[in-house]
């Protein structure tokens, strides 16, 4: 596959050589079985707040978290949060969350958590262990997804009839497209033409998309050795 753009947090590859089973492969790979740190638990010491300590708990675990190659697979990082309305609103961030190991930490930190109104406190310690979005989306962290190059309409105008194209965002090297993702739905080649296939992949936590793309393969590649040795 070819990579036709990329940046930290984006991976673009074409290809006209792997079947839709496999792209889709693929992407349930880099979906659901990449491991990551993610909240599961949250003890309450004070919530005078208008929310409950469920639903809290529940937008804690789902907060992006760093990953560190070599944490243990029986790794629990706590996390503190200790936070007050005295004298106006406050709103909670996801940054307010302190870890206890420097490596696994809160990776989006602007998140909203929640408004206090004055008067009102949040005093928590949090858990976060090792997992895969296969056990629970809380583990998620990336995207993939696949379609037909043609289908990306990468263009600002269609190459034939001038109509308006709304731009894929994730692709910048216009040049390297297939001629029919440069062309409007009326003017594309028919269905089935064309075999080109744009993979995506897309991270949220700090390891780059190259990053979670190459972590996948290797786990589909643990998967087709254990299946291999099966049907020895």
């Known amino acids: 596959m070819?990579?036709?753009?990329?940046?930290?947090?984006t991976l673009v590859l074409i290809s006209d050589k792997e079947s839709p089973a496999l792209l889709n492969a693929m992407r349930r790979a880099v979906i659901s079985e990449v491991p990551a740190m993610a909240i599961t638990e949250v003890d309450f010491y004070e919530n005078n707040s208008a929310l409950f300590n469920d639903y809290l708990a529940n937008r804690m675990g789902l907060i992006p978290l760093t990953w560190e190659e070599g944490i243990?697979?029986?790794?629990?990082?706590?996390?503190?949060?200790?936070?007050?309305?005295?004298?106006?609103i406050k709103?909670?961030?996801s940054r307010d969350l302190v870890?206890?190991?420097?490596?696994?930490k809160v990776f989006a930190e602007n998140i909203p958590v929640i408004v206090l109104n004055k008067g009102q406190k949040l005093r928590v310690e949090a858990f976060a262990v090792k997992g895969t979005a296969?056990?629970?989306?809380?583990?998620?962290?990336?995207l993939a997804s696949y379609g037909k190059a043609g289908?990306?309409?990468?263009?600002e105008k269609c190459k034939k009839c001038s109509n308006p194209l709304v731009p894929f965002q994730g692709i910048s090297g216009k040049k390297d497209l297939p001629e029919n993702s440069f062309l409007c739905a009326n003017c594309s080649k028919p269905e089935g033409e064309g075999k080109e296939f744009?993979?995506?992949?897309?991270?949220?936590?700090n390891l780059s998309a190259r990053e979670q793309y190459e972590r996948a393969l290797k786990v589909m590649?643990?998967?087709a050795k254990v299946l291999a040795k099966e049907f020895k």
């Open 91 to 93: 709103t909670v961030y």
């Open 151 to 155: 289908e990306f309409k990468a263009a």
């Open 2 to 9: 070819k990579v036709l753009n990329e940046d930290e947090k």
């Open 134 to 142: 296969k056990t629970h989306a809380r583990f998620q962290s990336a």
């Open 198 to 205: 744009l993979f995506v992949v897309e991270s949220f936590n």
């Open 221 to 223: 590649e643990e998967k």
């Open 72 to 88: 243990s697979d029986d790794a629990k990082i706590s996390f503190s949060l200790n936070a007050e309305a005295v004298e106006e």
């Open 99 to 104: 870890s206890s190991d420097e490596k696994i």
